[in-house]
T-cell receptor, first 117, second 105 residues
Framework: QLQLQESGPGLVRPSETLSLTCTVSGGSISSDTYYWAWVRQPPGRGLEWIGSMSYSGSTYYNPSLKTRITIFVDTAKNQLSLRLYSVTAADTAVYYCARFYWYFDVWGPGALVGVFS | EIVLTQSPATLSLSPGERATLSCRASQSVSSYLAWFQQKPGQAPRLLIYDASNRATGIPARFSGSGSGTDFTLTISSLEPEDFAVYYC????????FGQGTRLEI
């Protein structure tokens, strides 16, 4: 059964870079069918799509975040990664990775990242 | 950006009752709409995709309908485990979510 697990620092300082990794198990990230995505959720608020990537390198980013993000895939490690640059307190959220084929059908449990000075 | 507006913000019902949740899009999304359920401390769970198709393992009491700009999620007879927050999501251009409906006892 496909499982996703996010990992990374729980605290980041303002203006620094948020780095998260999603490890995929029970299946291959090198799928011709699926994209892999990041979605975030600020505490007590709704969901926001950050961006998606295929294993072959096609990427789609949320226009409101595209100047600050990079998403990449490591097929050898079966991992998806997110870099969010120049963070502020508004970037405090639970960050989820998810499998995406038009809809998000498999999710990781999420990783809470706080931005604090 | 396509904006999804969910109503009501909060719905208070009892087990056994019927729940009707609404999602309205700012422009047509055809049938490209999904519904998710989220419980506290958990990731969202896909319930319905393409407006009316139940995802794998989703009970038959969950049903979706609609097309264009107006969509409905119906839970025919509420079970105790159904009280949660529900989100809609469109995939017409880049994915966006509604702000959620809290279904409470």
């Amino acid at each position: 059964q496909l499982q996703l697990q996010e990992s990374g620092p729980g605290l980041v300082r303002p203006s620094e870079t948020l780095s998260l990794t999603c490890t995929v198990s029970g299946g291959s990230i090198s799928s011709d069918t699926y994209y892999w995505a990041w979605v975030r959720q600020p505490p007590g608020r709704g969901l926001e799509w950050i961006g998606s990537m295929s294993y072959s390198g096609s990427t789609y980013y949320n226009p409101s975040l595209k100047t600050r993000i990079t998403i990449f895939v490591d097929t050898a490690k079966n991992q998806l990664s997110l870099r969010l640059y120049s963070v502020t307190a508004a970037d405090t959220a639970v960050y989820y990775c998810a499998r995406f084929y038009w809809y998000f059908d498999v999710w990781g449990p999420g990783a809470l990242v706080g931005v604090f000075s | 950006e396509i904006v999804l507006t969910q109503s009501p913000a909060t719905l208070s019902l009892s087990p056994g009752e019927r729940a009707t949740l609404s999602c309205r899009a700012s422009q047509s999304v055809s049938s490209y709409l999904a519904w998710f359920q989220q419980k506290p401390g958990q990731a969202p769970r896909l319930l319905i995709y393409d407006a009316s198709n139940r995802a794998t393992g989703i009970p038959a009491r969950f049903s979706g309908s609609g097309s264009g700009t107006d969509f409905t999620l119906t839970i025919s007879s509420l079970e105790p485990e159904d009280f949660a927050v529900y989100y809609c999501q469109q995939r017409s251009n880049w994915p966006t979510f509604g702000q959620g409906t809290r279904l409470e006892i």
